[in-house]
């Protein structure tokens, strides 16, 4: 009976030991504030040298990027369904999102490892690497008119996806006409409805899934038609629910066969008792 305890302690223990690592991973700890520091004062000495490149980029690289996350999750797998190509005119084409090339030489190596693809310096958050682009990098950008992806935010929902408007704060009228006007001038433009079978279907998406919500009825939802699934996360959760049942799934078997065992032996010790006795 000792050994079967001993043995179960050891596995139980050595199970909550690969689940405090696995939790390590899944949510690893922020970096200290003194390697942010480090990496803050780095990245903000060339900040002096190249002031006058800041200056020049009149577009909010974080707007322009939750522009395209939205694009990339309620646009493009639609178009990968269809298999179309939206043409360097419509706005939403990757050449015409000034931050496009940048955000596409960040290589994400580990949670707190983000690297410059340009000169491949090494930074510990994204913000960081951010800032590294706009004083390092910023020479590269093509900062010629409408490449602005974040001039498209009004018609995106952006701040709906920011969490920056409450959902309490009152619809301007005005403000949803005019975001109407930009969303429906992108779906014309993106999806031209002559341009055939394919273009006509992704135009009335377009209308339904971003077009449709400006307007201060609040009948229609933005993003009606759904989102691209996210397997990541899916798959994390379930990876680590199956990490965790694992161990308690041996133990519960190695137990049962543990007792089944010393069952057989006693019913032997029986039978052979049994035997024996049957002369007398
Ligand atoms: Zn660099």
């Not at 390697?35 to 060339?46: F, H, I, K, V, W």
């Not at 693809?117 to 390092?136: I, P, V």
Request: hydrophobic share 35%.
């Amino acid at each position: 009976m000792k050994k079967k305890e001993t043995a179960s302690t050891i596995i139980l223990l050595s199970f909550l030991l690969s689940l405090q690592e696995l939790l390590h991973f899944a949510f690893p700890l922020p970096p200290s504030h003194n390697n942010q520091d480090e990496e803050q004062s780095a990245t903000l000495r060339p900040l002096e040298q190249n002031e006058e490149h800041v200056d020049e980029v009149h577009c909010s690289r974080e707007r322009s990027r939750k522009a395209w996350n939205i694009i990339e999750e309620h646009l493009l797998p639609f178009m990968e369904i269809e298999n179309y190509e939206v043409s360097t005119q419509c706005r939403l084409h990757p050449n015409n999102d000034l931050f496009r090339d940048q955000e596409q030489h960040k290589i994400h190596l580990d949670i707190n490892h983000w690297q410059c693809g340009y000169c491949r310096k090494s930074f510990r958050a994204e913000n960081f690497l951010d800032k590294h682009f706009d004083n390092r990098h910023s020479n590269l950008l093509n900062v010629s008119h409408g490449k602005c992806l974040a001039d498209l935010c009004g018609a995106l929902h952006c701040d709906l996806k920011m969490d920056i408007k409450s959902r309490k704060s009152k619809c301007k009228p005005a403000a949803a006409a005019r975001n109407k006007h930009l969303c429906e001038s992108l779906a014309d433009s993106c999806f031209p409805i002559n341009e055939g079978p394919s273009a006509n279907r992704l135009h009335e998406l377009f209308l339904h899934q971003f077009c449709g919500a400006h307007s201060c009825t609040g009948k229609q939802k933005p993003f009606s038609r759904g989102a691209a699934r996210q397997p990541g996360i899916f798959y994390m959760a379930s990876s680590i629910l199956i990490l965790m049942l694992l161990p308690i799934f041996y133990v519960i078997v190695y137990l049962h066969r543990r007792e089944s065992r010393n069952g057989i032996e006693v019913l032997k010790r029986i039978s052979k008792a049994g035997r024996k006795s049957k002369p007398l």
